[in-house]
């Protein structure tokens, strides 16, 4: 058992091992030292991977909370949800203050590290429903990032989550969405649109759900977008680190919802 009279901030936080996580691998070649924007580099890519790990958290507990009926907490949730996506499309303001010419000054020490092999942003992807079973090939089979963005492969996402919500609640929801394939995207459905239509106009509890949900779609594609823009700004519609597609493969993933009943209505509101 650990001596609860010993335990420091330090300690609780493991302050000591986490200071030794960042490990330029750049030397420049006047001074042999490492590039001075490398070191901002990797702390802002750690970063994005923690608050990955804390969205992960959030959302399946949201799901569960969808699936169990539970408005209170599910609005809760994607509250602070939300915020945390705020905090990811800010930190890309912090990313920007690296020039193009600083990033260049490291980038070739990168080697085949890429965004693209992070796993967990992939989950987070699955979790939202835009699975593409392409990115698996990012990590080798086998190891155990790949194990964990395959078990998301065929658990149901969010949307399946948000029909079970409407269901649990008492609302009419086709039964072809509660038994859908949940590794496709999902598609607009006429039916389900009538049922958000009456929900609208008369059940405001389930329509602050449908909101927040409006404003994580909106908040996950405003981070693309910062996202994709920081790259051209970076490296232009260069390949990405790694052979990644980069920008390219970016742009084609924007402006695609994730819940597009809940767009759909706007216009019969």
């Known amino acids: 058992m650990h001596d609860a009279s010993s335990l420091t901030y330090g300690s609780y936080l493991c302050i000591p091992q986490l200071l030794e996580l960042q490990q330029p691998r750049s030397r420049h070649p006047g ?9 901002l580099f990797i702390i802002i890519h750690q970063v994005y991977e923690l608050w990955f790990k804390q969205q992960l958290h959030e959302g399946d507990y949201l799901a569960r909370a969808l699936e169990e009926g539970d408005a209170v907490q599910a609005a809760a949730t ?24 600083s990033f260049l000054s490291f980038r070739s020490f990168l080697a085949n590290s890429s965004g693209f092999q992070s796993a967990q942003f992939r989950e987070f992807e699955f979790l939202l429903g835009n699975k593409n079973p392409r990115v698996l090939a990012h990590n080798p089979e086998g190891s155990p990032e790949r194990k964990a963005i395959e078990a998301r492969w065929t658990r149901p996402t969010l949307f399946d989550a948000f029909v079970r919500f409407l269901a649990h609640r008492g609302h009419a929801v086709p039964d ?12 607009e459905s006429p039916e389900l649109q009538e049922t958000l239509l009456s929900i609208y106009r008369g059940h405001p509890t389930e329509r602050q759900v449908c909101e927040l949900l409006v404003d994580l779609d909106e908040g996950v594609q405003e981070w693309r977008y910062r996202h994709v ?28 919802p994730l819940f597009p009943d809940l767009w759909a209505i706007r216009t019969r509101l």
């Open 229 to 256: 823009k920081m790259v051209e700004r970076t490296i232009g519609f260069k390949q990405g680190t790694g052979g990644s597609p980069g920008a390219a493969y970016l742009r084609a993933t924007l402006f695609q």
């Open 176 to 187: 072809a969405l509660l038994s859908r394939d949940v590794t496709a995207a999902p598609a």
């Open 78 to 101: 994607l509250k602070r949800m939300l915020t945390i996506l705020k905090t990811m499309v800010q930190q890309i303001d912090v990313l920007e203050t690296m020039t193009p010419v």
């Open 31 to 39: 001074t042999g030292v490492p590039e001075h924007d490398e070191t």
